[in-house]
Each structure stands twice: as C-alpha cells, then as structure tokens.
C-alpha cells in the first residue's frame, strides 16, 4: 500500500465518521443556545398588559402570604402605590406551549 493510498482511506473514513459525529455533536451544542434564544425572543414580543398581569399575579401572592404568616421576609410597599388587593385576581388564560 502506498503512502497515497492510505491517506486516502485515512481521510475518507474520517469524513465519513467524523461529519455526522460533528453534527450531532452542534445539534446537542447548540440546542440549548437556540431554546434560550428563542425564549428571549418570545419574551420580548409579548405585550406589555401580560407583564403588568404577571406583576399583579405575584404582587397577590406575596400579599396572601404575607396574610397568612408565610412569608420569610415580609414585603414593604408605599400604601399610595397600591392601597388594597384584591382577594382573587381574574383568571389568566393559559397559553399551552409544545415541547420539542
């Protein structure tokens, strides 16, 4: 066998391991990148009303706790930024998101 000839064989059994390795080895890389950068797109695009709903949703439940002597650390507010929360907040429509 000439010097040549194994090159060759060397080279083509490389490639021929060695791209799908290396693209399955971007795919498992670079997925968690993707979703992450996806998420933040997602994020970024929804409307300003649902981030002030989240706000009062967590506002609510810090209150509650707070009511019941369950939080750790109790939560200041100014009086004048929100005077009194309500006992139920009105129900949020759940967006069902599929999991690839």
């Known amino acids: 066998m000439e010097l040549t000839e194994a090159v060759m064989i ?3 059994t490389g490639m021929t391991v060695g791209v799908p390795l290396l693209g399955l080895t971007l795919r498992f890389a ?3 990148v993707m979703e992450t950068w996806l998420r ?3 994020v970024q695009a929804r409307p300003a009303g649902e981030l002030e709903g989240l706000r009062a949703r967590v506002a609510h439940l810090e209150h509650m706790l ?3 002597g369950m939080l750790e650390h109790p939560v200041t507010r100014a009086s004048a930024e929100r005077p009194e929360l309500p006992e139920r907040l009105a129900p949020v429509v759940r967006v069902d998101r599929e999991r690839v």
């Open 10 to 12: 060397i080279m083509v």
């Open 30 to 32: 670079l997925k968690p």
């Open 40 to 42: 933040v797109r997602e």
């Open 66 to 68: 707070d009511r019941h």
